[in-house]
């Protein structure tokens, strides 16, 4: 079972925090204190998802960008959208 969900990351931030879900966007809005450079943005990112889903979360797309893709392994599309919307 994968969930694609969408996620609009701020690097190098005061803080890390999932700040909430952006209906208008359809979006997950994320910040990560690691700066945007040797992928350490992306893998913050990707240890931050994983915790908060407890499950596998890997960028499928946008690697180099803040709007990004991401894969949730092991939780249904209504409890990722459900989490999401909670955060």
Same mark, same amino acid.
């Given at each position: ?16 925090? +999932? /700040? ?6 359809? !979006?997950?809005?994320?910040? &990560? ?6 992928? =350490?943005?992306?893998?913050?990112? +990707? /240890? ?6 407890? !499950?596998?979360?890997?960028? &499928? ?6 709007? =990004? ?19």
């Amino acid at each position: 079972m994968e969930t694609r969900l969408k996620v609009q990351v701020s690097p190098g931030s005061k803080k890390s925090e +999932i /700040e909430g879900f952006d209906p208008w966007k359809n !979006a997950l809005i994320v910040k &990560v204190r690691s700066p945007p450079e040797g992928g =350490k943005a992306n893998r913050e990112l +990707i /240890e931050l998802l994983s915790e908060f889903f407890s !499950a596998e979360v890997e960028i &499928v797309s946008g690697l180099k960008s803040r709007k =990004k893709t991401v894969v949730v392994r092991g939780l249904s599309k209504e409890d990722v959208y459900d989490r999401a919307k909670k955060a």
